[in-house]
Every structure is written in C-alpha cells, then in structure tokens.
C-alpha cells in the first residue's frame, strides 16, 4: 500500500467491514439443517434465512450513498456496525424461524451500508493515483469472506453450535465501532433531494418478485396472489423506468443504459447469478440431507470450489484479450450452466476423487465467470457514472443472490412435494431436477452476453475493482 500512514487503519476497519458483511452471506448455508433442527422446522424450508439478508441489502444499498451525504461517514458506518452486531446478537438468540428471520433483515440493513459507505470513506479520502491500490486492498477481505464461510460454518455448529456462526461477529462488530470513532473520516457531501418515489418503486418491485417466487415453496399462498405479487413487481419497475425517464435526480439514471457494455453486463449477472446464486445454498444441503455429511464435513467439501476459483483468475484477461467479451462469457456461461445441471448425476456411490474434480471444475468456471461478467459491466463507465453505475450493479447483485436461492427453494420444494413418500431417495431425486432446472436456467441466460459486439476485449479502467 503506497497511502499515508494515518489512512491505514481507516483501510483496515473498511476492509473488516466488508469481511463481515460478505462472510455473512455464506456462513449460514452449511448451518441451515442445524438451525433447522434446532427450530422445529424443515430443512429445505430455510431459504428465508438467506434470501431475507441479500434482499434486504439490495433494498437499502441505494439509500446508504444518500445518508452518508447527510449525516457524514463516521455516523453512518457506525450505525451500520451497530445494527449488524445487534442484528446478529437476536439470531444468536432466536426461538423460531420467524425470529431468526427477522433478525437477518436487521443484520442486512447494517450489512447494507458497510461496503458502500466504506468505500465512499476511500473515495474521497485518497488522491486519484492511490485509490485502485486503496480499493484493491479493501477487496481481498471481501473475497476471502465468501471463501471461508462455509467452512467455517461447519467447523462452528459440529464443534460448538450454530449460534456461534452469529456470535463471532459481536466481538469483532465492538472493537469497529470503537475503531469508527478513532480512524473513520466524517465526510459528507452536499445536501441533495433523496428520490424517495424511485426508492419505493424499486423496493417495491424487489420484495414483491421475491415474495412471488417464493409464495408457493415456503409462504404457501395460494397461485391467484402469486400472480398478483408477480404483476405488482412488473408494473413497479415499469412505473420506475418511466419515473426515471423524466426525473433528472432518479436514484439509477436510465442514461446508464445506453452504454452497451453496462446494460449487457448488468442483465447478465442478474439472470446468470440467479443459477450461480443458488449453488452455495444448494450443494451444503444436498450433502447433510441426503449424502448424510457432516456440517464440518460439508463445510470442507467448498474448499474445491474456492482453491479453484482462487486459481483460475489470473486467467480471465489473457482469455478475453484472445477470445473476446462476447466469446468467453457465451461459452462459460454454457458450460457453468452444464456443470450445474451436470449435479443431477451426484450419487451416494460417487466416488470421493470424482466428487471433488466436480465441485473443483464448477469452481473455476464459476470464478472465470465473476471476474468476466463483473469487469465488462464496469469497464466503461467512465467517472461521472462510476457512483450511480456501481451503487445499481451491487444491487444488482444482492438481488440477484436472493432471486438464486429463492429460485432453488421453490424448485426443491416443489419437487419434494411431488414424491410420493418422503425418504432420502425421493429427495436426493428432488435435488437432481432442481440442479437440471438451474443448470438450464444458467444456460439461457448465455443468450444476454450474445448481445455483445465481438471486438469488446479491453479490461478499461475499472477492471482491477471490479470485485469490490
């Protein structure tokens, strides 16, 4: 790091910020037979535990920008620390589901505005020449995060209990909030018109889509009001794209999408992540409930899948440089989209070996198509976009992490109540069409990048923090 001295520390307690937000994200998959054990509840009837944290992130990331401009930085972030810390106490202390649930919104809230009011702090703290290294430096955490996770998870509930997945963070969350008032800069910037009609179509539309989905797997309501919910969320995010089409101040200016490389990429992740989104929940549950693993040992079956995701990023560049955007991210997102559907032949007689060459081969082409998907959307940006552009693109991306598991939920559900007896066979099986439904989810979505010209090959400027 080439930044001062005295802005180290306000690096370091950014980067545990965004540590803690996206190691949330995957610690509780290999927790969720535990807790559901623990609850009285259904194994595969816990997805509300993950997809209400992603889509409360996503609702209220494009307010953190807005109340940090208000309020200044260090409140904020410190706000942010504390809601995630008592968030995170309440799961500790959940009786049932509804209690838990509710107590990861308020865990996402905090989650919401630690990465983006974080990196705001870094914005206007470091001079142009330092700040990819200063961004840089704040993203390694964040990577490792959803690296160790479900690792880590396992490791609490077999030698502890799934209550320490959430406890951990109460130590860490204290020492940050004292950090905050010490390192944490106060900026703020200028008083502006927060575009609260945009805010409520947009969450409006992400929470109805959500519930829809959803509705018959876990809610049971009834196909009529699944319907409504899905024509409400379409006539939201219609009602915003008119909205933002006369309104100059709109939280997301629809002029972002008039730059080619943005709106492809940006429709991509949404729709590829929903089939990517839905293997970190999926693959833990399949190996507990019905290959009978351990959490730990459940936990220490993603360590492929991360070591080949880690490997394989050094060559993303050389491969668009050769191949191209448009050839690289249609044929990845093909082959992501068969290695998932690919899952459907996971048997109880597999071989351990052959188990791990596959969890290693999705790894690295999952990991290829991240870094790809995430550089083309940002790369033209260009700076009087990169604020707005970058808020919806994290949007984007916690959205579309709940829409994934949201997705695998009602499938899996949908597919085990369909068996006619409920034993590990009919629901090893439900696991097999819900992995083929995904896989073939994944593949569709290669159509979006298809759309690419075929000479869009620079990284451009904000290749190297795309991951942030």
């Not at 969450?203 to 196909?223: K, N, P, R, Y």
């Not at 668009?320 to 690919?342: D, K």
């Not at 083929?436 to 979006?448: E, N, Q």
Request: glycine share 10%; proline share 5%.
């Amino acid at each position: 790091m080439t930044a001062s001295k005295s802005l180290t520390p306000m690096l370091w307690l950014v980067a545990i910020g965004f540590f803690m937000q996206t190691l949330d994200s995957t610690i509780v998959n290999t927790a969720l037979p535990a807790m559901a054990h623990s609850l009285g509840e259904l194994p595969l009837r816990m997805q509300s535990v993950v997809i209400s944290y992603s889509l409360t992130m996503a609702m209220l990331i494009p307010a953190s920008g807005w109340l940090a401009d208000r309020l200044g930085t260090r409140r904020v972030y410190f706000a942010a620390i504390l809601l995630f810390v008592l968030g995170s106490l309440l799961c500790a202390a959940s009786h049932n589901l509804t209690q838990l649930v509710l107590a990861r919104i308020l865990q996402g809230a905090g989650g919401a505005m630690l990465l983006p009011v974080g990196r705001l702090a870094i914005l206007r703290s470091f001079p142009g020449d330092k700040m990819l290294s200063a961004l840089s430096f704040v993203a390694i955490p964040g990577l490792v995060g959803p690296l160790i996770g479900p690792t880590l998870g396992g490791w609490l509930v077999d030698f502890a209990s799934w209550h320490w997945i959430f406890l951990i963070n109460i130590p860490v969350g204290v020492i940050g909030m004292a950090a905050t008032f010490i390192f944490m800069p106060d900026h703020r910037g200028p008083s502006t018109r927060f575009d609260l009609s945009g805010y409520v179509l947009l969450a409006v539309g992400m929470v109805t889509i959500s519930f829809a989905l959803d509705g018959v797997a876990e809610l049971g309501l009834q196909h009529a009001t699944v319907l409504v919910l899905l024509i409400l969320s379409l006539a939201s995010f219609t009602a915003y794209g008119l909205h933002a089409a006369r309104r100059p101040d709109a939280i997301f200016s629809l002029a972002l999408f008039r730059i080619h490389t943005y709106s492809v990429g940006l429709l991509g992740n949404l729709f590829a992540r929903i089939g990517t989104g839905a293997m970190p929940y999926l693959i833990p549950l399949l190996l507990q409930v019905s290959l009978g693993y351990s959490p730990f040992a459940a936990g220490l079956m993603m360590l492929p899948v991360a070591a080949a995701g880690m490997s394989i990023k050094r060559a993303v560049a050389p491969l668009v440089e050769r191949f191209g955007y448009r050839n690289v991210l249609v044929g990845n997102t093909l082959l992501v989209g068969v290695v998932i559907a690919s899952f459907m032949l996971m048997s109880r007689e597999e071989p351990l070996w052959l188990r791990l060459i596959h969890l290693g081969v999705f790894g690295g082409l999952n990991s290829l198509q991240f870094t790809a998907m995430n550089t083309l959307t940002l790369k033209d940006l260009g700076r009087e976009g990169a604020s707005s552009g970058n808020s919806l693109f994290s949007v984007v991306q916690m959205l579309a992490m709940s829409l994934g598991v949201t997705v695998a939920g009602a499938l899996l559900t949908t597919f085990h109540e369909s068996a006619t007896q409920n034993d590990p066979g009919h629901t090893l099986a439900a696991f097999h069409w819900t992995f083929l439904c995904v896989g073939l989810i994944t593949c569709a979505s290669a159509w979006i990048f298809g759309q690419l010209s075929p000479d869009v090959r620079r990284a451009g400027p904000h290749g190297g923090a795309a991951e942030v």
